[in-house]
């Protein structure tokens, strides 16, 4: 368990679907359960327990992240153009939903800023269902063995494990 969570935090490897899925879920779950014990917390001690929160869960998902383009035979780097477009769709975002509404009923919570939220969702949500359906390279690439092999236990393993 300590090897698995160790590597989590690694840029290094491949990564295929299955792991990058069970991955962002379990960083998602792990998010939600510390974010729902911070709000017990009131004060400095919850703005940091947020602030490293923020730190740790951004470090997981890139690591996820990279790891994913790994598979795809792409280095990490691919990382910051990804967060380029993110960044310019969210900017574009708040540009449309200023021409489209007065900026009097952009604030929370309004269904108009729900629209702008939801404009600037769209590139990064179009980025990661890529990552989620893209073939990983066939056979080992420059970042590693390919995941599967890596990951997945062999069928005969699970056989020998059942008529143990």
């Known amino acids: 368990m300590s090897a698995a969570l160790i590597s989590a935090f690694s840029f290094r490897g491949r990564s295929n679907r299955v792991g990058f899925l069970a991955s962002v879920l379990a ?14 917390v009131h004060g400095p ?17 890139a690591a996820a992240f990279a790891r994913r ?16 477009a993110t960044f310019l769709g969210t900017i574009l975002a ?3 939903g200023v021409a489209l509404f007065p900026l ?4 929370v919570p309004s269904p108009e800023l ?18 989620h359906v893209a073939r990983g390279s066939e056979g080992d690439n420059g970042y590693g ?20």
């Open 27 to 40: 960083i998602g779950a792990m998010q939600l359960a510390v974010a729902g014990a911070l709000m017990l």
């Open 45 to 61: 001690a919850r703005m940091a327990g947020e602030a490293v929160l923020l730190v740790v869960v951004a470090w997981l998902l």
């Open 69 to 84: 383009l790994h598979d795809t035979g792409r280095g990490g780097w691919h990382l910051i153009g990804g967060l380029a």
């Open 94 to 96: 708040a540009m449309i």
């Open 104 to 107: 009097e009923r952009l604030v």
């Open 114 to 131: 729900g629209v702008v939220v939801l404009l600037a969702s769209v590139v990064p949500f179009i980025l990661t269902s890529w990552l």
């Open 145 to 164: 063995p390919v995941p599967v092999a890596a990951q997945m236990p062999s069928r005969d393993a699970g056989r020998a494990f059942v008529r143990g």
